[in-house]
């Protein structure tokens, strides 16, 4: 089987980091997918999908201070340039960190460790509401 669902994640912007594990599990459960894999896939070029442990150490500090070394916001971005926008650092934070994430599912579950969440990363310079896809792909209950 396949299911497609839509998730709605507001976030605050700024590198702003959205524990979705349990948005996404709600999604698994009903589609009643038993054994696949589910992807998750942020719409949108200024936000990312990953794991970490969520803790606040982590998603209110560590994340964030790596981002900023890796793209700074004050740095000069071309597309601002292009645009006359101030979210050139966005877009490449969330070029590396990706869209999408992969997790299988066995016996209807998420098999993620017990200190890894999935992460929803929002780069952009403002308050956003993020359009979510949770896809599920392989059998479910009978
Ligand atoms: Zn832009």
Redesign the pocket.
């Known amino acids: 089987m396949v299911n497609t669902q839509e998730i709605r994640i507001r976030t605050k912007g700024n590198c702003d980091v959205v524990d979705i594990t349990g948005r996404v599990s709600e999604a698994v459960d009903q589609a009643g997918l038993v054994e696949g894999t589910v992807t998750v896939f942020s719409v949108g070029s200024?936000a990312g999908i990953t794991t970490t442990e969520f803790e606040p150490g982590l998603v209110n500090h560590d994340l964030k201070a790596a981002f900023e070394k890796i793209a700074p916001q004050e740095g000069r971005y071309e597309?601002?340039e292009t645009?006359h926008?101030?979210?050139?650092h966005?877009?490449v934070r969330a070029s590396l960190l990706g869209p999408s994430l992969s997790v299988p599912v066995v016996d209807g579950r998420l098999t993620l460790g017990t200190w890894q969440q999935i992460i929803l990363v929002d780069f952009d310079t403002r308050a956003r509401t993020r359009t979510v896809i949770c896809q599920m792909i392989g059998s479910e209950c009978a």
Do not use: A, R, V
């Open positions: 200024t597309h601002e645009w926008d101030d979210n050139g966005s877009h």
